[in-house]
Nanobody, 113 residues
Framework: VQLQASGGGLVQPGDSLRLSCATS????????IGWFRQAPVKEREGISC????????YYADSVKGRFTFSRDNTKNTLYLQMSSLKSEDTAVYYC???????WGNGTQVTVSS
């Protein structure tokens, strides 16, 4: 099982960024996939989740209205489109099963002027 996150970088406040999570070896219909983030000296936060079975999504209040989680079934890849980025969005972002039994690598997102 592999989940490979990519797309992080350094952006300015107000910018947009799209993260990708490429998956393999995972029966996606059986899992909800999530994005988590962890900033220095903060607890890990589950910010978004998508059910592969019915496409339903969840967003934490901290990102609701700014982030959009989508999927490409043909590529087994999921995307987190992040808009109106704020400095408090700075963190390492991880994709993982929402139950946290399979984790991908992290990708750093830094929002700074």
């Amino acid at each position: 099982v592999q989940l490979q996150a990519s797309g992080g970088g350094l952006v300015q406040p107000g910018d947009s960024l799209r993260l990708s999570c490429a998956t393999s070896g995972l029966a996606l219909d059986d899992y909800a996939i999530g994005w988590f983030r962890q900033a220095p000296v903060k607890e890990r936060e589950g910010i978004s989740c998508i059910s592969y079975r019915d496409g339903s999504t969840y967003y934490a209040d901290s990102v609701k209205g700014r982030f959009t989680f989508s999927r490409d079934n043909t590529k087994n890849t999921l995307y987190l489109q992040m808009s109106s980025l704020k400095s408090e969005d700075t963190a390492v972002y991880y994709c993982a099963t929402w139950a946290m039994d399979f984790w991908g690598n992290g990708t750093q997102v830094t929002v700074s002027s």
